[in-house]
């Protein structure tokens, strides 16, 4: 049977949907988001089909700068599972990124996905870093520590706090990344800028972070200045942000440094990682 690669449509959303509802232990993301994602005018879509024009594989691919692309949400139907799906569409995803002026792309996967991780290495990647993805859920900023508030920075934190960054461990372990959402890209200065006004860079004496603020009660905290003696402190800082803006959880994407995973831990966090991949394109 042979196999083609397209750019899905709206009426392809329905039938993809039915055989990624149950990707992982808990369901699977894809079929809520389907739609829009092809309606979305930054994102590439790409289906492999079968003869009969149906759909039975799926990934994403976007340029989340103008040399760096992200591949995400690669599904294969289970009846066509080990058929070469996975990989033509990876393949196909980095040629686009290399037309769009792309020099590297990065996908992630979960620690346990051990399946996910042999397949992308086969393809040229490589694991260049792993995340703590910590969530502390309903805490009342009730750390037993002395905490150091936060309080919004400005843009004249801009540059101490990316020269405090880019010298530090997190950074290095990181591979000068930086989360937004559930994508990684290369940090840079006007990006910590950029955050400062538009009033999500905040400081203490124990650190600086750069907080998201989804619409489903959280503050997420995507981006870390801090040393292994401040990191709990700011943890407990952070806490109490999230309690002054009345939000049921903290949700951390960080390097993961093992003093990092740790300060989480013991701050209550549920704790996973995640790996980042790479290759040159």
Not at 13 to 36: H, K, M, N, R
Not at 114 to 124: D, R, S, Y
Not at 247 to 269: F, H
Request: net charge negative; proline share 5%; charged share 25%.
């Amino acid at each position: 049977m042979e196999f083609v690669v397209r750019d899905a449509r709206v009426d392809d959303a329905p039938g993809i949907a039915v055989w990624t509802q149950d990707t992982f232990e808990w369901g699977d993301y894809v079929a809520g988001s389907l739609a829009e994602w092809i309606e979305d005018p930054n994102l590439r879509v790409l289906v492999a089909v079968d003869p009969d024009d149906m759909p039975k594989a799926m990934s994403v691919v976007r340029m989340l700068s103008p040399t760096e692309g992200w591949l995400s949400a690669a599904r294969v139907h289970p009846s066509v599972k080990r058929r070469g799906l996975g990989s033509m569409l990876n393949e196909t995803s980095v040629a686009w990124v290399r037309e769009q002026g792309g020099r590297v792309v990065r996908l992630a996967t979960e620690d346990d996905n051990t399946a996910a991780q042999l397949q992308v290495e086969k393809l040229g990647y490589r694991r260049t870093s792993a995340w703590a993805i910590g969530k502390i859920e309903g805490r009342a900023a009730n750390q037993p520590m002395r905490v150091e508030r936060l309080s919004l920075a400005g843009r004249s934190d801009v540059d101490p706090a990316w020269m405090y960054w880019s010298t530090g461990e997190l950074c290095e372990a990181g591979r000068g990344l930086k989360a937004t959402s559930w994508t990684w890209k290369k940090a840079t200065v006007d990006d910590l800028d950029r955050c400062a006004r538009e009033q999500r860079l905040f400081s203490s004496p124990v650190g600086w972070a750069v907080v998201e603020y989804p619409v489903n009660g959280e503050v997420d905290v995507v981006w870390v200045a801090s040393s292994p003696n401040d990191f709990p402190r700011l943890v407990a800082g952070l806490d109490y942000l999230a309690a002054e803006r009345n939000a049921e959880r903290v949700y951390y994407r960080i390097p993961q440094t093992g003093w990092s995973g740790e300060a989480l831990l013991r701050a209550g966090a549920n704790i996973t990682e995640t790996y980042i991949y790479t290759k040159a394109v």
